[in-house]
C-alpha cells in the first residue's frame, strides 16, 4: 500500500479521515492456496470532525464493523488510509501505535462477552490505565469512581467488586462504556451498543452515549441496522451496503428524501408501532444481498433494483453524485446526462 505521507499529513481540521479504504480477507483453500478475497470495506471514503457524531447503517454483512475495526486498528487496511488527527494510522508504530489506542474508544455489541468473568468491575477498569501507565494507584481509584459515577452506576462503592455474571444486561453495556471513556478518548466507535439490549434500556444507552458526546466534545461512529434510533444521537448518516457506503447526508434531509433505492427500502422496513398495520406486508428488494467474494459489476445492488438501467447500472460502478448539498448518493438515478446518452444509444441502435 502506497501512501502520500506529504498529503497524509494535512489533516485539514478534521479529527478522522478515511479515504479510498479497502479491508479484504483472503480465502485459502486447503491444499489449493489462495482463493479470491472477501471485499468486506471497498473504496470507502469519508470525514469526521471532533465532537461529530454519525451513524452507519446497513443490513448485516455490509461490512460495518470490518469498517470499524480497521478504524481501530484490529484490521490492516488492504489499500487506502485511515488519517487521525493528520497522520496516517499505518506510520503509527510502538508507542505512537499505543497513544493512538488510547485516544478511540470501543463500545461493543455484546457487553457480556466485552468483559472479562474472571475481573471485577474495579479490575477492568483499572486495566487500561495499567497498561498506559496513568497515575498511581489512588488516582487510578479516583478516575474509576468518576467514570462509574459518569456513567450511572451509583453508589460507586456497591459495583466495585461485582464481577460481569452479577450484573445486568444495561449494567454491563455500562461498564462497557465507562471502559470506552476510561483514558478520555477523542473518537468513541460504537458497534451495534443496543442491539442486545431490551427497549426500554436501550434508549437509556443511547441517552447516555449522547451526554457523553455532548460533555467530552467526543467524535462517535455509532453502527447499527435500526434507523429508527439514528435522529436522536447522529448528526449524518452513511448508508452501507455490500462494503460501499452508497448514501449520506444530514440526518434530517436523508430521513424526509432518502435518495438511493436501498435506503427507500431500508426506511420503508422500518416496524411499524400501529398495531393495526402489524399484519400488512412490506415490500422489500427481491433477492439476497451480493456475494462479497465475487461481488457483480456495476452498481452492487442493481441485481435487486427495479430501477436499474441497463447497459449503466449492471456496467459501471457509479460515482458519487451531489443533487441537493451535503447530500451524497453513488447512484446513476442522479446522473441525468449519462442516462440520457444512453438512452439515446439504445434508441439509435432500435
Known amino acids: 500500500m502506497s501512501v502520500d505521507v506529504n498529503i497524509a499529513k494535512n489533516g485539514n481540521g478534521k479529527l478522522l479521515q478515511v479515504r479510498g479504504l479497502c479491508t479484504w480477507f483472503e480465502l485459502r483453500r486447503w491444499g489449493f492456496g489462495h482463493a479470491g478475497f472477501v471485499h468486506a470495506v471497498d473504496d470507502v471514503s469519508f470525514e469526521l470532525g471532533q465532537g461529530e457524531a454519525v451513524a452507519f447503517v446497513g443490513e448485516s454483512g455490509c461490512g460495518k464493523s470490518s469498517l470499524a475495526k480497521t478504524i481501530l486498528g484490529i484490521h490492516k487496511p488492504t489499500k487506502g488510509e485511515v488519517v487521525f488527527e493528520g497522520k496516517s494510522l499505518h506510520l503509527y508504530e510502538g508507542k505512537e501505535l499505543q497513544r493512538y489506542r488510547s485516544q478511540v474508544g470501543y463500545v461493543q455489541q455484546d457487553p457480556y462477552g466485552a468483559l472479562p468473568p474472571f475481573m471485577n468491575v474495579q479490575r477492568i477498569l483499572e486495566e487500561p490505565l495499567i497498561i498506559n501507565k496513568i497515575g498511581t494507584e489512588e488516582e487510578r481509584l479516583k478516575r474509576i469512581k468518576d467514570a462509574l459515577s459518569e456513567v450511572k452506576m451509583e453508589p460507586v462503592e456497591d459495583f466495585l ?39 426500554s434500556v436501550r434508549v437509556e444507552i443511547l441517552m447516555l452515549l449522547r451526554a457523553l458526546q455532548h460533555n467530552h466534545n467526543l467524535a462517535v461512529s455509532y453502527i447499527t441496522h435500526d434507523l429508527s434510533t439514528v435522529r436522536y444521537f447522529s448528526e449524518r448518516i452513511f448508508v452501507m451496503y455490500a462494503g460501499k457506503i452508497i448514501e449520506k447526508a444530514p440526518v434530517d434531509e436523508l430521513l424526509r428524501c432518502p435518495m438511493h433505492p436501498y435506503t427507500l427500502a431500508l426506511l420503508a422496513a422500518i416496524p411499524d408501532p400501529d398495531a393495526h398495520n402489524a399484519t400488512v406486508f412490506k415490500e422489500v428488494p427481491p433477492g ?50 449519462r442516462v440520457q446518452q444512453t438512452r439515446a444509444a439504445a434508441a439509435q441502435a432500435a
Open 288 to 337: 439476497e444481498p451480493p456475494s462479497l467474494v465475487h461481488p457483480p459489476a456495476g452498481c452492487r445492488f442493481h441485481p435487486r433494483c427495479d430501477k436499474m438501467i441497463k447497459g449503466v447500472c449492471d456496467v459501471e460502478v457509479p460515482p458519487e453524485f451531489e443533487p441537493d448539498p451535503k447530500h451524497f448518493v453513488q447512484c446513476w438515478l442522479y446522473s441525468p446526462d
Open 161 to 199: 467488586p461485582k464481577y460481569p455474571h452479577m450484573l445486568s444486561g444495561g449494567q454491563q453495556q455500562r461498564v462497557v462504556v465507562a471502559r470506552s471513556m476510561i483514558l478520555r478518548p477523542k473518537l468513541i466507535v460504537a458497534d451495534e451498543p443496543v442491539s442486545m439490549l431490551d427497549a
